[in-house]
């Protein structure tokens, strides 16, 4: 797929006359995952569109933005013998091909239009442009990568939620990649709390791994559209971040943001005295949900030490008020009263493993930082500052 990438990059041929047929589902995966990077708006017109580049029976489809591209490689049927590319809307054209009946599709260009013909005699047109000025993509040659298991790069992907989503600070919008010793780990904040998330992935030379910081939002939209693949292989260059996926032979770029990111290893260094309180996951998160229901400042629940050693979770609203002790639940008899965000709260809730029972919370006191681990996943580890 490599080499494959670095050919089509170098060619753009004329289009007249090129002709393939394609299963519809096939080449709605493809434009599904193309529609993650095409931007909705953009100073370059020509980003609009997605290339389609035919050599023999193989369909090259490329997606591009000012911050990521991607190219997938699918299987088709060269009816007209001629290789060929050019520029199809992506707008319209994928909006299009959605609605179009299950089967075989066929795409013949003639002068600057596409014809696509579907069912027994339905058809549809629409123009075309010369593929010369499509930009190229980023190369691939002597690049490294480390394979990663699938449920490792989703609960990489799962820092998105934690990353800020204020444009003035940009690196703070993104997902850390970086190396823990000799693991992959991916890590984001937004000020108020940390993700933190250390893979069992090693990196095969940790001397010679480069970390960078992808935006969150493109990062988690792309390994959403993974949804068969059971690996993925990752590198980080100076500038991009590449996912090469080989069960759907797709490339992923993604740019990597400007920048230095915080240092927040000793933040996330869990200090020795601390109350520890265990509680249910299941409970406490169906208790915040209730909980959010209230119109409160900044989300705020209270967590109290309740007389049997339960923990007891309250809210309350200029109209309402709700309280709820956990059943299940142990409290140092130590904590005082302690207030969170219910949504960051639900938030490091999601991170766990779906066969997490218990979450433990390491709190430091009203002001401080409080640690939140889950039973038998020592993987992920979130910080959340407590609110005033």
Known sequence: MAKAVEERVTTAVKAEGVSFTVDHEAIMNVLTTCSKVVPRSSVVPILKCI???????????TAMSDSQS????????????????????????????????????????NEASVRISYGNNGSASLKVLDPDEYPQLPSVAGVKFVPVPMDALRKGAAAQRFASTDSSTAILCGINIRKVEDKLGFTATNRH?????VSDVKIPNPDEFRGGVIDAINFKSIVDTFRTSERIDLAVTDHHLILRDRS???VYFGRLVEGSYPDIAKLCEMPEQSCLARI?????????????????ENHRVYFLH??????VVKSESHTGEIVESIEGSVVDKS?????????YLRDALSASDRDVNDVLFNITGQSTPSYITYDGDPSVLNVVLPVR
């Open 51 to 61: 290339k389609f580049d035919l050599n023999k029976d193989v369909l090259f489809v």
């Open 70 to 109: 991607v190219i997938v490689k699918l299987q088709v049927e060269n009816t007209g013998n001629q290789d060929g590319s050019y520029l199809f809307p992506s707008r319209e054209g994928i909006e299009l091909v959605k609605r179009l009946p299950s089967g075989s599709l066929s795409f013949s260009v």
């Open 193 to 197: 709390r940390i993700y933190d998330f």
């Open 248 to 250: 759907s032979n797709s």
């Open 280 to 296: 249910p996951l299941g409970r406490l998160d169906e208790t915040l949900n209730r909980m959010l229901s209230l119109e409160s």
């Open 306 to 311: 309740g007389d049997n050693g339960e923990l």
């Open 335 to 343: 904590m005082g009263m302690i207030r969170f965000n219910a949504r």
